[in-house]
C-alpha cells in the first residue's frame, strides 16, 4: 500500500487584514454618503435661538466637482493668454 502524508500549513493573515481594510472603507463610504443629510432640522421646530440658516444648494456633490473642473480648465488658458 501507498503511504498518503499530509502536512498542515500554517494559515495566512492576509486574508482577514485585507477583509478588515474593506470593511473598514464601507464604514468611510458609507459616513461620509450620510454626512451630507446629517443636521437635518425639522420644519415645525421653533425658531427662537437658531442662526440663520443659508440654503442648501441641492446639486449633487458630484456635478459640483464637474463644475469646478470645468471652471478651472477654463480659466487656466484664459489668464495664461
Known amino acids: 500500500m501507498a503511504e498518503i502524508q499530509i502536512e498542515r500549513t500554517q494559515r495566512s493573515l492576509l486574508p482577514w487584514l485585507i477583509g478588515l ?3 473598514a472603507l464601507l464604514v468611510i463610504g458609507l459616513v461620509l ?3 451630507d443629510s ?3 432640522v425639522e420644519d415645525n ?10 440654503k442648501r444648494d441641492e446639486t449633487p456633490r458630484r456635478l459640483q466637482q464637474w463644475a469646478l473642473v470645468m471652471e478651472a480648465g ?3 488658458p484664459a489668464s495664461a493668454a
Not at 421646530?45 to 443659508?54: D, F, L, N
Request: hydrophobic share 50%; proline share 5%; aromatic share 4%.
Open 21 to 23: 481594510v474593506l470593511v
Open 45 to 54: 421646530a421653533p425658531e427662537v435661538g437658531r442662526a440663520q440658516e443659508k
Open 74 to 76: 477654463q480659466a487656466g
Open 33 to 35: 454618503v450620510f454626512a
Open 38 to 40: 446629517g443636521g437635518a
